[in-house]
């Protein structure tokens, strides 16, 4: 298979149009389940998603072990190569490399200012034009309303889409709407929730919030248990 056909007939498209084409520049976008559910798996399939198409990706970790998201890349692209026989793989991966910047920063000790300042040296004075940002292992609690409306104002004005994981612990933790609660009091700066429900054979994914819209909704896809990619159901 060749790139352009990996690209047109990849689960993302069916992904993207379930949420009306997708994040647009300036749009917050998360991704909640309990832990170990697949959570970093669809952030890294999104981001290589636009990695393909030859788009530039800030993936920002707050894990103190960075090395497991680069092996979630390269375990995800071998995955692609293995499935769908992709044409110079090789060529390809090394424009991945290139087009990705990995940044990592422990919550302790630092604000929202300073991690937003690092990301706009990245793109501005460092001249990585990033289409997208990832930001995995993020606490939501330990932050408020004020900081995710500086994030939602500065993706604005870069124009850039952010998609972040956010872990919740039980369904207990999910309040009618089917939006973490921890999410709650800044709800409004995000665009789209999507929560990922782990089901005795897949792991389903459904549509809590679509911008002004509030709806619980299955999309049409599904995660593999085993190699936690995304498949159309």
């Known amino acids: 298979m060749v790139l352009s056909e990996l690209i047109q007939r990849s689960p993302i498209r069916i992904f993207e149009q379930s949420i009306n084409g997708g994040l647009k520049p300036g749009e917050i976008g998360v991704i909640a389940s309990p832990r170990g559910v697949g959570k970093t798996s669809v952030l890294v399939q999104i981001a290589l998603d636009k990695l393909l198409q030859g788009k530039k990706v800030i993936h920002v970790s707050f894990s103190q072990q960075t090395q497991h998201i680069l092996v979630w890349y390269e375990d995800i692209f ?16 090394n424009d991945l490399v290139k087009n990705r910047v990995l940044m990592n920063f422990n919550q302790d000790g630092i604000t929202i200012e300073q991690i937003i300042k690092s990301l706009r040296a990245m793109t501005i004075e460092g001249g990585f034009k990033a289409d997208s940002i ?44 089917n939006i973490p609660v921890v999410l709650g009091n800044f709800a409004g700066s995000m665009d789209v929730v999507i929560v990922l429900q782990p089901k005795s054979d897949h792991v389903e994914l459904s549509i809590s919030k679509d911008r002004d819209s509030i709806i619980s909704k299955s999309m049409a896809m599904k995660l593999d248990p085993k190699t936690l990619l995304i498949l159309e159901a």
Not at 78 to 88: P, T
Not at 150 to 166: I, N, Q, R
Request: proline share 0%; charged share 35%; aromatic share 12%.
């Open 134 to 177: 990832i930001i995995d292992g993020f606490d939501f609690s330990r932050t408020d309303k004020e900081n995710m409306e500086a994030v939602k104002t500065f993706a604005t004005e870069l124009g850039v889409s952010v998609w972040y994981s956010c872990s919740v612990g039980n369904e207990n933790e999910y309040d009618k709407e």
């Open 78 to 93: 071998s995955e692609f190569i293995q499935k769908k026989n992709l044409e110079n793989a090789d060529e390809i991966k």
